[in-house]
Structure formats: structure tokens, C-alpha cells
């Protein structure tokens, strides 16, 4: 419920009474993210053009829209090249945040590298984000996706044994 109390100059304003909670501290830090390029933060936030919807710029509209935040949980934008607006915002825990970060991973399916075809995201190991792709040679593996993108693999492995059919005896036998 709405509070009236006197600001420093003397004059009448309305308190939520919210200034010491999680919920007020997210909205903050979500402000200060986006609109303070002292910050440290900024350049991945505000710097990248993303914004705050007018209505979450007063709190009592961002409490409305979001709930008061849940203990062990913070803000997080479903979409991180998205704003912070109501459709685009939820509480979520770490796990969830860690795996909703912008520089997880990028979305290979579809693409394709030398005989491989990424058709699909895996899972993330070591910070680096596996995915099922298919050879041109008709098997399906999951590898690594940095390798695949940086060109240090270019088959399911079929291209290496494919080059030692086809090299001469002598260099076969140097390779086995």
C-alpha cells in the first residue's frame, strides 16, 4: 500500500515501501545496467541497445507486472538480445541464468561445416556447447561445436580414413 512522506525538499511524495527489498534492489540494478554507461556492465546491456519499457521505469509498474522475486532468484530476459519488458522477463535461478547467457553458444543448426551439418543443440560441457550433427557420409555424432566452427574438424572421421585409402603405401604405413 502506498505511503506518503516528505522528500528532502519538503514536499509530499509516495513511498512503496520497497526500498530495501530484492525485488527493489533487481529493479535497480536493471536500471543501472541499461541506463548508466559508468557502469561496469553497461557496454553488454545498455551499450548493446538494450532498453526498458516505459512502464517498468516507475517500480510500482515492474512490482505489478513481475511479483515480488522469489528467494534464490534474480531477473533474466528470455530472449538476451530482447528487452526488459513484461513478455521478455522472468525470475529464474542460476542454473537457469547460466544457461541463458549471451555468449553460451550460437545457434549452428542448419549450418554447414566442410561435410558436416549441425542439426541440432546437444548439451554444454566445459563452457563449450556440443551438438548433433550429420556427416555427409550418412552417420550422425555429436561433437564439439568450437571445433567444428574453428575448422579443426571437418568429419565424423570418415575423411581421415578416406585420405589414408587414398595416400601412397609408404605414407599409409607412416600413419598407422
Not at 530476459?77 to 547467457?101: F, L, M, S, V
Not at 561433437?143 to 578416406?162: A, K, P
Request: with cysteine.
Amino acid at each position: 500500500m502506498p505511503r506518503y512522506q516528505r522528500n528532502k525538499y519538503g514536499a509530499f511524495s509516495v513511498s512503496h515501501g520497497q526500498s530495501n527489498s530484492p525485488t527493489y534492489v533487481s529493479w535497480c540494478a536493471m536500471k543501472s545496467r541499461c541506463l548508466r554507461p559508468c557502469m561496469r556492465s553497461y557496454p553488454r546491456y545498455g551499450g548493446r541497445g538494450i532498453t526498458i519499457c516505459d512502464r517498468w521505469m516507475v517500480f510500482a509498474n515492474f512490482l505489478a507486472d513481475m511479483g515480488e522475486r522469489p528467494k534464490g532468484m534474480t531477473l533474466d530476459r528470455i530472449d538476451n538480445d530482447g528487452n526488459y519488458e513484461p513478455g521478455n522477463c522472468r525470475w529464474a535461478d542460476n542454473k537457469t541464468q547460466h544457461k541463458n547467457k549471451t555468449n553460451n553458444r550460437k545457434d549452428l543448426a542448419g549450418q554447414t561445416f566442410g561435410r558436416l551439418t549441425a542439426i541440432a543443440y546437444s548439451h554444454t560441457h566445459n563452457r563449450h556447447a556440443w551438438w548433433i550433427f550429420s556427416c555427409s557420409c550418412g552417420k550422425t555424432k555429436v561433437i564439439d561445436g568450437y571445433s567444428v566452427v574453428s575448422g579443426n574438424t571437418r568429419s565424423c572421421g570418415c575423411l581421415h580414413v578416406e585420405r589414408l585409402k587414398n595416400s601412397p603405401p609408404r605414407r599409409r604405413a607412416q600413419l598407422a
